[in-house]
């Protein structure tokens, strides 16, 4: 490939994820340590389409990531877009993955802190219109460099002011708690409500009634299919 800041090549860094939708690369990037995520083609969808698809997936994620931070949410910061290629080049974090601190315990933050934090970044995220689509333990890294929380992989992110893509977030995080932490599931969650309380004020109620019926559909859905293939 050749970029605008000089010649570079994905087959130089070492890909630490492949994803159905990116791969993910680890290297350097000027000088900075970096992490490039290069978005797939995708062989089934019409080679234009495909094309626009990816191209403006890119620039979305990068101007996302871009707003979350001059809006003083921890996220990497963007050093490189190149969108005919697909090509976002971030910041790494270092640190440890939330994911593997819980499943540890060994951080020297306590876990109701660490639940409050994620709730405090996921508020001023949803207070700028943007949901991340994808809060799991594994797209959150606790930063060696500053004891903080970042959250990272905008992939699925989006600008919305729905109430219901704001719920969703936490649905989806809080489903990762029950998958993954179920030991520490309440006391993380509880403390993320609150977390997010103290940005969102009494919004977090209406968020909350919202994602009990989030759930309830998503309970009806499992029943549907145990019922049907139980009567295969």
């Not at 990116?22 to 234009?48: D, H, M, T, V």
């Not at 689509?133 to 970042?150: E, K, P, Q, R, V």
């Amino acid at each position: 490939m050749e970029s605008r800041r000089g010649r570079y090549s994905l087959e130089k860094l070492r890909l630490i994820k492949r994803g159905a939708e990116s791969n993910i690369y680890e290297g350097y990037f000027l000088g900075i340590r970096a992490i490039f995520k290069q978005r797939i083609k995708k062989s089934y969808r019409n080679p234009e389409l495909d094309h626009k698809i990816n191209y403006e997936r890119t620039i979305l994620e990068a101007k996302i990531i871009y707003t979350a931070l001059k809006n003083d949410v921890n996220v990497p910061a963007v050093l490189f877009i190149d969108p005919n290629n697909y090509l976002l080049v971030i910041e790494y974090i270092e640190g440890e993955i939330v994911k593997d601190l819980i499943n540890t315990n060994n951080s020297v933050q306590p876990l109701s802190k660490i639940g409050e934090r994620i709730g405090e970044l996921t508020g001023k995220l949803h207070s700028i219109g943007i949901a991340h689509g994808d809060l799991t333990t594994n797209n959150l890294i606790l930063s060696s460099i500053n004891n903080d929380i970042f959250i990272i992989d905008f992939g699925l992110s989006r600008r919305t002011q729905d109430e219901e893509d704001l719920a969703t977030d936490f649905h989806i995080f809080l489903r990762s708690l029950e998958s993954i932490h179920s030991d520490f599931k309440d006391i993380i969650y509880n403390s993320f409500v609150e977390g997010y309380r103290t940005i969102m004020g009494g919004k977090t109620d209406e968020i909350l009634e919202l994602i009990k019926d989030i759930r309830m559909r998503g309970r009806y859905v499992e029943e549907r299919r145990k019922n049907r293939s139980g009567n295969e």
